[in-house]
């Protein structure tokens, strides 16, 4: 389907980013058997819990969240696909699947989106091929006792990411989301492989990188500012540089001010609903997250908005309401407050 470049919509106003896929699949109360099908009926590990895998055995659970996140008002959803590299499923031993999962994701996104398009020409539905940042890191020793040790490798992590995006991109994703970085390396990998398949003459689509503060110190977990981690990726000419997961909305505040300030692309931010709680789950309602993102709008350091862990529809439907009445963050200009 036909749609404006993305670009020219981020100009025109903000774009809503859909919320949680993990939360939402909890809602369906899934079992083993959810997680296999005939290929996999005889499968030698426990697969529950693998949700990529959804969308080859569950694809109606996947393609109704994507519905509901855009019936919501999300313009920009994500394929399930938040662990769906070969390092990531290596603990399901399912690296076999990875090829099916990211294109058979990318597939489902697209028709949700397509369809909603179809409704309503005037607000165009884009899909992200969502690349987690895996469960090892380039920067950072798993073992206390060996700081020189690593549990993965810049070339291996290059690979896996190539082979993603290779995948994504053959399914008709619009744009890719390097997502909740916490390793700029894991990342810089991740870019340095897609380069790699622009130049081997795939479609070329936007990028966006998002990193992850992970403490109060307003450092990533391998130790870059803020300010570092932009500097680290910018390098590339990215759609957007934000920041999702770990804080919640109202502590981000100040980092998203030194990306308004620093950075030379459109900036996103799809926080938590809060911090969780014991039980490890997400508390802030859709009206006090909207509370929390609305001085983001005010001031006008965005240009995408959503929501990360624990986010809901529900959330997804009043930051729409919020973004609407507000301008996007310009990137030439600098930023812009007055509400419209």
Known sequence: MNKPDIREEL????????????????????????????ALANHSKPLKGNNDLLSITRPDIIKAIHLKYLEAGADI??????????????????????????YQSAIIAKEAADEMTAKNPAKPRYVA??????????????DINDPGKRSTSFDELRIAFKDQARSLIEGG??????????????????????????????REVPIMVSG?????????????TTEAFLISVQHMDLLS???????????MRPYLQILDQKAPFFVHVYPNAGLPNEFGQYDESPEYM?????????????????????TTPEHIKVMAELASKYSPRSTVDGPQSEAI
């Open 290 to 310: 909207g509370e929390q993102v609305e001085d983001f709008l005010q001031e006008g350091l965005i240009n995408i908005l959503g929501g990360c862990c624990g």
């Open 77 to 102: 959803i994500e394929t399930n696909t938040f662990s769906g590299t070969t390092i990531a499923q290596e603990d399901y031993a399912c690296e076999h699947l990875v090829h099916d999962i990211n």
């Open 212 to 224: 992850t503060i992970t403490d109060a110190s307003g450092r990533t977990l391998s130790g870059q």
């Open 241 to 251: 540089i934000g920041l999702n997961c770990a804080l919640g909305a109202s502590a």
């Open 129 to 142: 091929g969502s690349m987690g940042p895996t469960n090892k890191t380039a920067s950072i020793s798993p």
């Open 11 to 38: 100009s025109k106003r903000i774009l809503i980013l859909d919320g949680a896929m993990g939360t939402m699949i909890q809602r369906y109360k899934l079992e083993e058997n959810d997680f296999r099908n005939e």
């Open 173 to 202: 994703v619009d744009l890719l989301l390097l997502e909740t970085i916490i390793d700029t390396l894991n990342a810089k990998a991740a870019l340095f492989g897609i380069q790699e398949l622009f130049d081997e003459g795939l």
